[in-house]
Each structure stands twice: as structure tokens, then as C-alpha cells.
């Protein structure tokens, strides 16, 4: 398929792009006391009912080494006791800028029922362990996958891929594929979690935990 793009920039006028939110409400007195139960309860919901292509994809937002923020898309693999894990090539950007900083974002979009989560939190490695463990239940074409992708390096074209993954499927033939030193798991713990529902006239739910000591402090803010 050829995509063929007009050089003349035209302006797009997304003023009238409006809906309203109508699917739910969110309220003190049916809010849990731990965040982590009120994540668990919105994601199943979301999971059965809604109509999210992928439920567990969420934005990563990090600040890079040399200014600015940055934000990608990727997979939460798993909600623990001590946070929200996803996993991804240590040496990447995203790894790079949680390695200057570890305090990130995470944001969850659930258009399909008019709900929104925001974690801002602090971000550790998980052990070698817990990581080869999840590396080793991945397709093998995955695990292939990290070994072929020096993630956000430039490469002359994509036949450069192409070429490295024939290598790598010939010297692993009928071999376990070891997990890359440079691919991983992080562990984002929580301090702050708010969770937005959408309502009529824009008067949306939103509650905030923080994270005080062994507790946490439910607040209401406004819209």
C-alpha cells in the first residue's frame, strides 16, 4: 500500500468534537480505603464490560536526561503489593530516563466506560529472577524480539532487523533463548493514585489517594 500525504498543512478545527460522560459516578462513600482493591475492581470491570482493545496498556511518562518529559505506550504485566510492573529494554530510552529519574507516570484510559487512573510513583528494577521468570513464558518470537532490538537506536532500514532475526533463530535452534542482560522488569510503587470518572456536564468524579505513612488519604478534588 502506497500512502501518498498533501505537502499543504491544513488547519483542523476539533471544536465541536464533544460527548457527554453518562456511564458511571465515583463517590467517598463507595471507595475503598486501599487504592490497589479500587485498580483491581475498575480493570475487571473494564476487562468484562468494556470494549478496551487492550486494557492493560497504559502511557509511561518519564523525564529525560537532558530536559523535557516523555511518553510511549506500554503493557502492565502484572499489579503487585508494592505496585504496577511492566517490563522493557534497560538500555532504551525510557530506561535511560528512569535510570536519571525514577519517578514516572502512569495513565490509563478507559474510554469505554468513561474512567481514567494516573499513578505517579517511583520506579525500581524487579529482580533477575522475577524477570527471568516472565521472560521465559513469552513467545518465542518475543523473547527473539529483545534480543534483535537495540531499542531507540538508529538503524539503516528495517532488513537490518530482518537479517538479525534470522541469525538469532539459527544460533538458537531447538536452544531455550536466555533473557538479555539489558531486558527487564520494573516495579512502579505508588504515591499518589486519582481516578477519574466521567460524568454529565463535565462535573467528572475524582479521587486522589496519597500515600501517608502506612495509609492513605482519600480527596476529593474538584473537576
Not at 456511564?23 to 468494556?50: H, M, R, T
Not at 519517578?103 to 494516573?118: G, T
Not at 531447538?174 to 542482560?181: F, L, N, V, Y
Request: charge should be neutral.
Amino acid at each position: 500500500m502506497i500512502l501518498y500525504f498533501h505537502s499543504k498543512i491544513e488547519t483542523m478545527d476539533l471544536s465541536d468534537f464533544r460527548k457527554q460522560y453518562t456511564k458511571g459516578q465515583l463517590l467517598e462513600s463507595e471507595a475503598p480505603s486501599n487504592p490497589f482493591e479500587l485498580f483491581g475492581y475498575w480493570f475487571d470491570e473494564v476487562e468484562l464490560n468494556g470494549k478496551e482493545q487492550e486494557t492493560n496498556a497504559m502511557t509511561l511518562s518519564t523525564h529525560q536526561p537532558g530536559g523535557g518529559i516523555t511518553s510511549r505506550v506500554v503493557l502492565l504485566k502484572e499489579v503487585r503489593d508494592d505496585g504496577f510492573v511492566f517490563y522493557t529494554n534497560y538500555n532504551s530510552t525510557k530506561g535511560q530516563s528512569i535510570a536519571h529519574n525514577n519517578r514516572v507516570c502512569l495513565s490509563f484510559f478507559w474510554q469505554s466506560m468513561e474512567r481514567q487512573v494516573i499513578i505517579q510513583g517511583m520506579t525500581t528494577k524487579l529482580s533477575t529472577k522475577d524477570s527471568d521468570i516472565y521472560f521465559n513464558s513469552r513467545p518465542r518470537g518475543s523473547q527473539l524480539g529483545a534480543h534483535v532490538s537495540d531499542q531507540s537506536i538508529k538503524i539503516e532500514d528495517r532488513t537490518t532487523l530482518e537479517s538479525k532475526l534470522a541469525a538469532l533463530e539459527t544460533q538458537y535452534q531447538g536452544r531455550p533463548i536466555p533473557r538479555p542482560t539489558h531486558w527487564g522488569g520494573y516495579v512502579v510503587t505508588p504515591y499518589t493514585i486519582e481516578f477519574w470518572q466521567g460524568r454529565a456536564n463535565r462535573l467528572h468524579d475524582r479521587l486522589t489517594y496519597k500515600r501517608e505513612s502506612s495509609s492513605w488519604i482519600i480527596t476529593r478534588l474538584s473537576p
